[in-house]
């Protein structure tokens, strides 16, 4: 699957991304790799849980490798703009406009 196929069907599948920022960073965007990185910024909580739930489930299918941020974290370690992430609706998108 490309980054974009990815990104599309996590959006389709995990209806509880729409409360968090969600990223793909690493060499799934080069199309390279074998595993997929993920990262999800957002508040801790109930929604955070039910996200969480709805990725195991995605992880069936996909070689996922998740990590969670606050967005304090994330802000701090501007950990989106060092490695290069690219957000899921920026993917479909981008595939979608191909």
């Known amino acids: 699957m490309t980054a974009g196929e990815v990104a599309a069907y996590l959006m389709e599948c995990c209806s509880a991304l729409a409360n968090f920022e969600a990223?793909?960073?690493?060499?799934t965007l080069r199309g390279i790799g074998?595993?997929?990185?993920i990262l999800i910024v957002g508040p801790p909580g109930?929604?955070?849980?039910?996200?969480k739930a709805e990725m195991a489930l995605a992880e069936e299918e996909l070689p996922l490798h998740i990590m969670?941020?606050?967005p304090s974290e994330a802000k701090r370690t501007d950990f989106v703009v060092r490695e290069k992430c690219v957000s899921l609706p920026q993917l479909v998108a981008a595939s979608e406009a191909t």
Not at 46 to 51: F, H, I, K, T
């Open 46 to 51: 109930d929604a955070l849980s039910r996200l």
């Open 68 to 70: 969670y941020m606050l």
């Open 23 to 27: 990223y793909i960073f690493g060499s």
């Open 34 to 37: 074998q595993d997929i990185d």
